[in-house]
C-alpha cells in the first residue's frame, strides 16, 4: 500500500496562487516506473487530470491549465504550483500515485483538498 498526504488547498481570489501538496510513503518500488499527478473533480462534473508528472521528469498538463499551474517533484513527494487562479479552477483536488506496468500496475489516491476561487 502506499499511502498520500496532501496539503495546501484553501481559498484565494481570482488571480491568485496555491500551492499544493502530496507526499506519497509506503510500497514505493524502487526499480518500478512510477507518476504522480493532481487530478481535480467540480461539482457535478467528471474527476479530470490537471497535471502529471512521471519520476523520470515528463510532465504532462491538461490545456485549461497550461502556462498557470506547474508540475514538480521532489523524490516521492509532488506539488503543484498554481498561478492565475480562476473560479473554474474550484474543485476538490486529488493527489494519485501510479506505479507498475499491465497486470503490476496500482493506483493510490489522497483524501482530496478543496480549492476555492473566488471571483
Known amino acids: 500500500q502506499v499511502q498520500l498526504v496532501e496539503s495546501g488547498g484553501g481559498l484565494v481570489q481570482a488571480g491568485g496562487s496555491l500551492r499544493l501538496s502530496c507526499a506519497a510513503s509506503?510500497?514505493?518500488?524502487?526499480?518500478?516506473?512510477?507518476?504522480m499527478a493532481w487530478y481535480r473533480q467540480a461539482p457535478g462534473k467528471q474527476r479530470e487530470l490537471v497535471a502529471a508528472?512521471?519520476?523520470?521528469?515528463t510532465t504532462n498538463y491538461a490545456d485549461s491549465v497550461k502556462g498557470r499551474f506547474t508540475i514538480s517533484r521532489d523524490k516521492n513527494t509532488v506539488y503543484l504550483q498554481m498561478n492565475s487562479l480562476k473560479p473554474e479552477d474550484t474543485a476538490v483536488y486529488y493527489c494519485?500515485?501510479?506505479?507498475?506496468?499491465?497486470?503490476?500496475?496500482?493506483?493510490?489516491w489522497g483524501q482530496g483538498t478543496q480549492v476555492t476561487v473566488s471571483s
Open positions: 494519485n500515485f501510479h506505479q507498475g506496468v499491465g497486470a503490476y500496475e496500482s493506483d493510490y
Open positions: 508528472m512521471t519520476r523520470g521528469g
Open positions: 509506503g510500497s514505493i518500488f524502487i526499480f518500478s516506473p512510477n507518476a
